[in-house]
């Protein structure tokens, strides 16, 4: 049950991570008075040039440094990690929240990086981002398009922080990642509660550093 949900996560997370590095990459001076979408767009060429240079490695450390450096900055974690632990967030202690914060955190990175090497030779295509009334959320459509295959749609999910735009949710195809991250925590949670959903994260996380999937 929590394996395959798992496994389904892992695949999601496999198709869209090239795609997401690509789009969020050096982000380091996001601002509020810069549109979304267009940002996005804009840096999009730079990170195609980032994976040439390490197209004969793609899962060396210079990549992962780019990510956790670059890309990862730019998504809340915090937030992330909350809307995934559903109500158990709610009875977790601060340094449980700052646990499930970091092995969330570690599994996002150790899978984008594994993905990186991934996207190549695909065309990307972006909407404009669609913006809440208050303005301060927006969601961002774009498409992955390959030869031969359906295009892939991918939304991110922005809100406004008080260091700039960062990503909360993703959604491939309609899933949404935290959505899905969301059915597996539930179960693990309401069976072993949060230390054995922090076991489960630390576990994964592991098993993804041997070289190994769950």
Known sequence: MIAPALSRIARTLTTVAALLCACLASLSAWSTEVEPDALVRSVSQDVMGILEQHAADPGSAAVQEMVSEKVLPHFDFARMAALASGLAWRSATPEQKAELTEEFRSLLVRTYSKALGKFRGQKLEF????????????????????????????????????????????????VSLVTTYRDAFAEESRRNGIPGLIRMLKDKNANLAAGRTA
């Open 127 to 174: 909407d404009p981002q669609r913006k809440s009334a208050d303005q301060r959320k927006a969601i961002v459509r774009s498409r992955l398009v390959q030869a031969g295959s359906e295009p892939i749609t991918v939304d991110y999910r922005m809100a406004v922080t008080a260091t700039g735009w960062k990503v909360y949710d993703v959604s491939v195809d309609g």
